[in-house]
């Protein structure tokens, strides 16, 4: 009984629930045709609850996916967050892992900021469906938003291997291979995206943008003009054209589409950045720092705004302020080896800063961005006296203060026993580039080639000693250096002054300017010359020295750029002027061309008082030159020394008092004074400097003498003598490039 009982009761249960199995089913369906999806799904989940295997049910839920996801795209693209979100969880709820709602998830937090969670959602989706294009691609979007760059790339690449021609992936590849400064590799990536989509505002924009990142200006002046051609209210399209017409010379028109990019999108913080660093460039600074500020205030980690906005803080002498935002930036993003230079660069300008402390930050400039390729074995035939093939590195190969001493160096090389190369890395040319060019034997542009491009074109050349003219300073080339493209390479004074960076073995120096004990202040072994570190050639347009001006209060005068003063040396002048009734003091430069910037720097020498005159450069130094008929004495800046604004001052009959300190950016006047035979103007303490000045300022006999022979004793010095310290130079690079010789036997 009791089992002909349970045998009853059992089938009693079964009819009663495949009856509402129907029922359910039939709910189902009639709210799926109404419309109500997540009504269906629950009756469809309750009829799969009942009868596992239900056909119609399994059916229709793989329609009610399809249409759940249809209604979250609706919504998404609707900007309906939250609504989208629901119906993707849908679906989720009766598959956990389906890739499609995933994916559309993970785009979701992509959109409202948090690309942490949307490359923790697409990573799991990519790892169970590594087919899935769409995921992977919005996968490197998220981690390029989370700086993880190398990442994104690879995920990149592994699409273009499935689809070569998929179009929004080879621009996202480019984009991020502009980040890496691999400019040249993005350009062959926005041009096959273009093969596809020919004329996609956007795509033409990123080109001008790796363009203008190759060098190749003028191109990428074309591109972005046929984005606007399309689109003219796209904005980035008109701020890459603002960069591209700013590096050919149209400074002007870069800021009007700058102003026009702001105009179209106020809250651009690259357009307002920009605009910024065209104010920077036409030297108004106050104008420069408020649109920085502005981008800052949108985007607080936006850390080129960071770098650009301290660049103009050094450029006004607001150097700790300036070292703290080259800080932050690197801080934002660790690989900025251009604010990690600049921070180097600004360094200085402290000056509590020490020889080992730059140093320090220069061996940590070579971790971050040195990189840790292997350097393969260089092929360069060690014979130590067949003709050498040296190349010369710089941004700087034009009228510039590094030619002054380059122009005579390229000059007197013997042509017999050196055959040289110059890497030019400036986008413009001027007539001392042509002379600079005639004295080479091969003149290479590098401003189109990429680091890695650059490092093989040097390698292919064959260089056997390879000279960097720029250190730390703006357009260097030191990520190129720094994969050793050369068995020998060499810094010099040019540029920074200081230590480089271990990938250069040696640096041309001298006794005077980096004395015994020096050493641990250098990443690279000193060579020092016997005289003077390199030949500096006076141009043939400056005119006579001028007699001493008549008796009466002398004169003193710096003619430098101001912000190489610091607060500490504005104090010594004011002691000078005190100790001499009547003196004046005279700054004169192109910084003070712009009277707003002229005002500013009146407060930044208050110290001085009324005895301070500032006049600006209208027309440049070509008709500047007079200045030196009324000047006594000039004085060196600190804790940045000077190389032009001391030698120039000297052939002009002028003497020039120098105070050096504990390092070799300290020290310029150290190494150039007692070169041209005036020793005694080199001063080893702050007393000692104004009581020279002072005791100078009054001394006529001694200046009059100074005033008819200075010319003449710098022209007969190792300083003007380029033939003399050329063969000091050459006999160096000789024996550096038999050590390798010997090396590698």
């Given at each position: 009984?009791?089992?002909?009982?349970?045998?009853?009761?059992?089938?009693?249960?079964?009819?009663?629930?495949?009856?509402?199995v129907?029922a359910?089913?039939?709910?189902?369906?009639?709210?799926?045709?109404?419309?109500?999806?997540?009504?269906?799904?629950?009756?469809?989940?309750?009829?799969?609850?009942?009868?596992?295997?239900?056909?119609?049910?399994?059916?229709?839920?793989?329609?009610?996916?399809?249409?759940?996801?249809?209604?979250?795209?609706?919504?998404?693209?609707?900007?309906?967050?939250?609504?989208?979100?629901?119906?993707?969880h849908?679906?989720?709820?009766?598959?956990?892992?389906?890739?499609?709602?995933?994916?559309?998830?993970?785009?979701?937090?992509h959109?409202?900021?948090?690309?942490?969670?949307?490359?923790?959602?697409?990573?799991?989706?990519?790892?169970?469906?590594?087919?899935?294009?769409?995921?992977?691609?919005?996968?490197?979007?998220?981690?390029?938003?989370?700086?993880?760059?190398?990442?994104?790339?690879?995920?990149?690449?592994?699409?273009?291997?499935?689809?070569p021609?998929?179009?929004?992936?080879?621009?996202?590849?480019?984009?991020?291979?502009?980040?890496?400064?691999?400019?040249?590799?993005?350009?062959a990536?926005?041009?096959?995206?273009?093969?596809?989509?020919?004329?996609?505002?956007?795509?033409?924009?990123?080109?001008?943008?790796?363009?203008n990142?190759a060098?190749?200006?003028?191109?990428?002046?074309?591109?972005?003009?046929?984005?606007?051609?399309?689109?003219?209210?796209f904005?980035?399209?008109?701020v890459?054209?603002?960069?591209?017409?700013?590096?050919?010379?149209?400074?002007?028109?870069?800021?009007?589409?700058?102003?026009?990019?702001?105009?179209?999108?106020?809250?651009?913080v690259?357009?307002?950045?920009?605009?910024?660093?065209?104010?920077?460039?036409?030297?108004?600074?106050?104008?420069?720092?408020?649109?920085?500020?502005?981008a800052?205030?949108?985007?607080?980690?936006?850390?080129?705004?960071?770098?650009?906005?301290?660049?103009?803080?050094?450029?006004?002498?607001?150097?700790?302020?300036?070292?703290?935002g080259?800080?932050?930036?690197?801080?934002?993003?660790?690989?900025?080896?251009?604010?990690?230079?600049?921070?180097?660069?600004?360094?200085q300008?402290?000056?509590?800063?020490?020889?080992?402390?730059?140093?320090?930050?220069?061996?940590?400039?070579?971790?971050?961005h040195?990189?840790?390729?292997?350097?393969?074995?260089?092929?360069?035939?060690?014979?130590?006296?067949r003709?050498?093939?040296?190349?010369?590195?710089s941004?700087?190969?034009?009228d510039?203060?590094?030619?002054?001493?380059?122009?005579?160096?390229?000059?007197?090389?013997?042509?017999?026993?050196?055959?040289?190369?110059c890497?030019?890395?400036?986008?413009?040319?001027?007539?001392?580039?042509?002379?600079?060019?005639?004295y080479?034997h091969?003149?290479?542009?590098?401003?189109?080639?990429?680091?890695?491009?650059?490092?093989?074109?040097?390698?292919?050349?064959?260089?056997?000693?390879?000279?960097?003219?720029?250190?730390?300073?703006?357009?260097?080339?030191?990520?190129a250096?720094?994969?050793?493209?050369?068995?020998?390479?060499?810094?010099?004074?040019?540029?920074?002054?200081?230590?480089?960076?271990?990938?250069?073995?040696?640096l041309?120096?001298d006794?005077?300017?980096?004395?015994p004990?020096?050493?641990?202040?250098f990443?690279?072994?000193?060579?020092?010359l016997p005289?003077?570190?390199?030949?500096?050639?006076?141009?043939?347009?400056w005119?006579?020295?001028?007699?001493?001006?008549?008796?009466?209060?002398?004169?003193?005068?710096?003619?430098?750029?101001?912000?190489?003063?610091?607060?500490?040396?504005?104090?010594?002048?004011?002691e000078?002027?005190?100790?001499?009734p009547?003196a004046r003091?005279?700054?004169?430069?192109?910084?003070?061309?712009?009277?707003?910037?002229?005002?500013?720097?009146?407060?930044?020498?208050?110290?001085?008082?009324?005895?301070?005159?500032?006049?600006?450069?209208?027309?440049?130094w070509?008709?500047?030159?007079?200045?030196?008929s009324?000047?006594?004495?000039?004085?060196?800046?600190?804790?940045?020394?000077?190389g032009t604004?001391?030698?120039?001052?000297?052939?002009?009959?002028?003497?020039?008092?120098?105070?050096?300190?504990?390092?070799?950016?300290?020290?310029?006047?150290?190494?150039?004074?007692?070169?041209?035979?005036?020793?005694?103007?080199?001063?080893?303490t702050?007393?000692e400097?104004?009581e020279?000045a002072?005791?100078?300022?009054?001394?006529?006999?001694?200046?009059?003498?100074?005033?008819?022979?200075?010319?003449?004793?710098?022209?007969?010095?190792?300083?003007?003598?380029?033939?003399?310290?050329?063969?000091?130079?050459?006999?160096?690079?000789?024996?550096?490039?038999?050590?390798?010789?010997?090396?590698?036997?």
């Amino acid at each position: 009984m009791v089992v002909i009982s349970t045998a009853a009761s059992s089938q009693h249960t079964r009819n009663e629930h495949t009856s509402d199995v129907g029922a359910f089913f039939d709910a189902a369906l009639a709210l799926h045709r109404a419309g109500d999806l997540e009504g269906s799904l629950r009756f469809h989940l309750a009829v799969l609850a009942g009868d596992p295997g239900h056909e119609g049910a399994l059916a229709n839920l793989g329609e009610l996916r399809r249409d759940l996801l249809q209604a979250g795209f609706a919504h998404h693209r609707a900007g309906r967050r939250a609504e989208a979100e629901h119906c993707y969880h849908l679906v989720l709820s009766f598959n956990g892992d389906d890739a499609d709602a995933l994916h559309l998830l993970g785009v979701l937090a992509h959109q409202a900021g948090d690309d942490a969670t949307a490359a923790e959602i697409l990573s799991g989706v990519v790892t169970r469906a590594p087919s899935h294009h769409q995921a992977r691609c919005n996968l490197g979007v998220a981690l390029s938003g989370l700086g993880r760059i190398d990442e994104a790339i690879t995920h990149y690449q592994i699409v273009l291997e499935a689809v070569p021609d998929h179009a929004v992936v080879n621009n996202n590849l480019g984009s991020a291979l502009v980040n890496r400064g691999r400019a040249v590799e993005a350009i062959a990536c926005f041009r096959r995206a273009l093969a596809v989509a020919p004329e996609t505002p956007g795509v033409l924009a990123n080109l001008g943008n790796a363009l203008n990142h190759a060098g190749r200006n003028a191109e990428a002046e074309e591109v972005c003009r046929r984005a606007l051609a399309i689109d003219p209210d796209f904005v980035d399209a008109h701020v890459n054209l603002g960069n591209a017409i700013k590096e050919l010379g149209d400074g002007p028109g870069a800021t009007a589409l700058f102003q026009r990019a702001i105009a179209l999108k106020p809250d651009s913080v690259v357009a307002l950045n920009n605009l910024g660093n065209a104010m920077k460039d036409e030297r108004r600074f106050a104008e420069a720092l408020d649109y920085f500020d502005r981008a800052l205030a949108i985007d607080e980690a936006f850390a080129e705004g960071h770098l650009n906005r301290a660049g103009a803080l050094k450029e006004i002498g607001r150097h700790q302020e300036a070292i703290a935002g080259f800080r932050r930036a690197l801080d934002l993003d660790p690989r900025q080896a251009v604010a990690h230079s600049n921070l180097i660069f600004a360094l200085q300008y402290d000056p509590r800063t020490t020889g080992v402390e730059l140093r320090d930050e220069c061996l940590r400039w070579t971790r971050m961005h040195g990189g840790a390729t292997p350097v393969p074995p260089h092929a360069n035939d060690p014979d130590p006296d067949r003709r050498l093939r040296v190349g010369y590195v710089s941004s700087d190969f034009r009228d510039h203060a590094v030619s002054f001493y380059v122009e005579p160096m390229l000059a007197h090389h013997d042509a017999d026993r050196f055959e040289v190369f110059c890497y030019s890395n400036h986008p413009l040319e001027d007539g001392v580039s042509a002379r600079l060019r005639r004295y080479a034997h091969h003149w290479v542009e590098t401003r189109s080639l990429d680091d890695e491009a650059m490092a093989a074109r040097i390698r292919a050349d064959a260089i056997d000693i390879l000279i960097d003219c720029a250190g730390h300073t703006s357009g260097n080339r030191l990520r190129a250096l720094a994969r050793r493209p050369a068995p020998v390479q060499i810094a010099t004074y040019f540029g920074h002054g200081g230590t480089t960076g271990p990938f250069l073995d040696h640096l041309l120096t001298d006794s005077r300017f980096t004395p015994p004990g020096y050493e641990e202040q250098f990443c690279e072994r000193l060579i020092r010359l016997p005289e003077f570190i390199a030949p500096f050639q006076p141009r043939s347009d400056w005119p006579d020295v001028t007699p001493l001006p008549p008796e009466g209060p002398p004169v003193f005068a710096f003619l430098g750029d101001p912000a190489r003063v610091a607060p500490e040396v504005m104090d010594l002048w004011a002691e000078m002027l005190d100790a001499v009734p009547g003196a004046r003091f005279l700054l004169k430069h192109g910084t003070f061309d712009d009277q707003r910037l002229m005002d500013h720097w009146r407060g930044h020498f208050r110290a001085l008082g009324d005895r301070l005159d500032i006049e600006g450069l209208p027309g440049g130094w070509g008709v500047g030159m007079e200045v030196y008929s009324r000047i006594s004495v000039a004085l060196d800046s600190f804790p940045v020394t000077g190389g032009t604004s001391t030698l120039i001052p000297l052939w002009m009959g002028v003497p020039v008092v120098s105070l050096v300190g504990h390092h070799v950016g300290q020290r310029s006047g150290a190494s150039m004074l007692p070169a041209v035979g005036v020793p005694e103007l080199v001063a080893g303490t702050p007393k000692e400097y104004v009581e020279k000045a002072v005791e100078l300022s009054q001394d006529r006999q001694r200046l009059t003498f100074l005033r008819r022979n200075l010319r003449d004793m710098m022209r007969h010095s190792a300083v003007c003598d380029a033939p003399r310290v050329m063969r000091h130079i050459e006999e160096s690079l000789r024996d550096v490039w038999r050590d390798w010789c010997r090396d590698r036997r």
